[in-house]
C-alpha cells in the first residue's frame, strides 16, 4: 500500500517543512522554499535477510586498497589513493576546473583500471574536444551521456567500471521524482541509490558538485552525510593556480591540499608550492612564514602596508588572513610594544591570496606590521614561526620540526621560533634558530637590531 504526500523543501539548506513559509526558518533566505512529491510507502515492510551485531575481536582488519588517481597531488589529498567502493564528492564554482581534472584523472586512471565517465551536462561532441585540447591517452575509459538517472544506473551496473564519474549530480534527473533537476530532493535521492551501487558493487564513484552563490555544496549538508571524501576546488579567474582541498576524509586525513595550475594543455601539478608563495626579495613590510595544511608545511609570504590615516577610522583589510584574528595581532602590539596603530590604516596579505588558518603565521603577521611602520626591512633571509597570544607570549607551534625542517629545505638562514622543547640540535647546524619568548624579544631581534 502507498500513498503520495507533500512536503516543503528549501532549496538552500535542505531543511524540510509541513506547510509553506516565505523565508525558511533554518537559513532564513527568502523565496527558496519549493513543494514537492514524496511517496509514503507502507510502514510495516517484510525484513529480510537482516544482519545481526558481532564482537569487536571477530572482526577481520585487513588494509585498505587503493589504485593511483593519475596525480600526486590529488592521491595525497585522497590520503594516497582511490579507495575501492568509496564515493568522493567534487566542488567547485562553475569553470573552476572541475570537469577538466576529473577527465585528465580518468585517462590516467583508464590506462589500469576500467573508468566510466558519465555526462549529463555536456554531449559526446563536447567531451571529445576538450578531451582533444588535453592531449590524453586511454585504454579504457568509455563516456557515456546521459540524464535519465534510471539508464545511468543499469550503464554502471552493466559496465561494472572500476571508477564511475558523474559530471554532474544536479544535471540527472530521477523521472519517478516530480521535482526539477538539481532540486534538493533529487539530489539527495539521486546520490543515496548512486551511493548504494557504489558500495554494492565496490565501485569507486567520483561525483562532481556544483556550488551554491554563498560558496557551500549546492545541498550543503545533503550530500555530505552520504559521501566518504569530499574536495573543494579552489582558484579564482585571475590567477592560474588552483587549489584541490580536503573537507572530509574517511580514509585519510583532512584538509590536505594539492596545488595546481591551469595551462593551455590542462592542469599540472606544483611539486614545490613555496616556489609560488614567496619571494627572495627583502624588503620592509614583507616577511616569510611556514604553514600547514594537512601534513604538508610550505612558505608563504605575508604583506604589510602600514599608513597614516586620512579617516575619523582607520581602516583594517585582509587577503588570505582572518580580519579578527588581525585585530587581535594589532592589539596584542599596541598593548606589548607601546606602539599606538589606531592612527594607521593597515593592509595585510598573503602571498598569492594563498587562505592561511595556521595560528602560527601570528609571528610573521606581527612582524610584517612593525617593519612596514618602521619603514625597516626584517632580519634578511628569515622565517617566522609562533602563535601570539593576549598576554604577548610567542606560543609554541605544532609541526614545528617539519616547518624548522622546511626552511632549511629552501635555503632559509634564520628562523624565529618559540622557546623549544624538544631536541633540534640536528637542525641548528643547517639553519641559525633564535627562540623568544614574547613579541618584544622577536621585535628587537628581528628589525631592531
Same mark, same amino acid.
Request: glycine share 8%; aromatic share 6%; proline share 3%.
Given at each position: ?19 509553506? #513559509? ?23 515492510? @517484510? ?19 587503493? #589504485? ?5 597531488? #590529488? ?24 570537469? $577538466? ?94 551511493? %548504494? ?34 574536495? %573543494? #576546488? ?26 595546481? @595550475? ?15 608563495? $614567496? ?70 596579505? $598573503? ?47 605544532? %609541526? ?50
Amino acid at each position: 500500500m502507498s500513498s503520495k504526500l507533500s512536503t516543503f523543501i528549501c532549496q538552500n539548506c535542505g531543511s524540510e517543512t509541513s506547510q509553506y #513559509f516565505g523565508r525558511c526558518l533554518n537559513c532564513n533566505s527568502w523565496n527558496t522554499i519549493v513543494e514537492e512529491i514524496k511517496s509514503k510507502r507502507d510502514k510495516y515492510q @517484510e525484513i529480510k535477510n537482516s544482519k545481526k551485531s558481532i564482537p569487536f575481536n571477530e572482526i577481520s582488519s585487513k588494509e585498505i586498497s587503493r #589504485f593511483t588517481s593519475g596525480f600526486k597531488e #590529488f592521491n595525497r589529498v585522497l590520503g594516497g589513493g582511490i579507495v575501492p567502493g568509496s564515493v568522493i564528492l567534487l566542488g567547485g564554482e562553475p569553470g573552476i576546473g572541475k570537469s $577538466t581534472i576529473v577527465l585528465q584523472s580518468a585517462g590516467k586512471i583508464s590506462l589500469n583500471e576500467k573508468v566510466l565517465y558519465v555526462t549529463a551536462e555536456e554531449s559526446l561532441e563536447q567531451v571529445k574536444i576538450r578531451w582533444e585540447r588535453l592531449n590524453q591517452n586511454s585504454i579504457d575509459l568509455k563516456i557515456f551521456a546521459e540524464t535519465n538517472f534510471a539508464l545511468i544506473i543499469e550503464e554502471i551496473k552493466r559496465e561494472n567500471p572500476s571508477l564511475a564519474i558523474i559530471d554532474s549530480i544536479q544535471a540527472i534527473h530521477n523521472h519517478e521524482m516530480e521535482s526539477s533537476p538539481g532540486s534538493v530532493s533529487q539530489v539527495r535521492a539521486c546520490s543515496s541509490e548512486l551511493q %548504494n551501487v557504489a558500495k554494492d558493487k565496490n565501485i569507486a564513484l567520483l561525483i562532481i558538485g556544483h556550488v551554491t552563490k554563498d560558496g557551500a555544496l549546492a545541498g550543503p549538508k545533503t550530500l555530505e552525510h552520504l559521501v566518504d571524501v569530499v574536495l %573543494n #576546488f579552489e582558484g579564482d579567474n585571475i590567477s592560474s593556480h588552483r587549489l584541490l582541498r580536503s573537507i572530509k576524509n574517511r580514509f585519510g586525513s583532512t584538509f590536505e591540499i594539492g596545488i595546481f @595550475e591551469m595551462l593551455e594543455e590542462g592542469l599540472r601539478e606544483i611539486k614545490n608550492p613555496s616556489s609560488i608563495f $614567496t619571494s627572495k626579495e627583502n624588503i620592509s613590510g614583507v616577511t616569510t612564514t611556514i604553514t600547514n595544511e594537512g601534513s604538508r608545511p610550505f612558505a608563504v609570504d605575508i604583506q604589510a602596508l602600514v599608513n597614516k590615516t586620512f579617516y575619523s577610522n582607520s581602516r583594517r583589510t585582509t587577503t588570505g588572513i582572518s580580519i579578527n584574528r588581525l585585530h587581535q595581532i594589532l592589539a596584542v602590539i599596541e598593548k606589548h610594544l607601546g606602539i599606538k596603530l589606531s592612527e594607521f590604516d593597515c593592509y595585510v596579505a $598573503t602571498g598569492g591570496g594563498f587562505e592561511i588558518n595556521d595560528p602560527s603565521s601570528d609571528l610573521g603577521v606581527a612582524i610584517s606590521i612593525l617593519s612596514s611602520l618602521k619603514n625597516i626591512p626584517p632580519l634578511a633571509s628569515s622565517s617566522f614561526i609562533g602563535e601570539l597570544g593576549l598576554s604577548g607570549q610567542v606560543r609554541k607551534s605544532k %609541526n614545528l620540526r617539519t616547518k624548522i625542517e622546511e626552511a632549511a629545505r629552501l635555503g632559509i638562514k634564520n628562523i624565529v621560533v618559540p622557546k623549544l622543547e624538544e631536541d633540534l640540535n640536528n637542525l641548528k647546524n643547517s639553519i641559525n634558530i633564535k627562540e623568544v619568548a614574547n613579541i618584544k624579544e622577536a621585535f628587537y631581534f628581528s628589525i631592531s637590531q
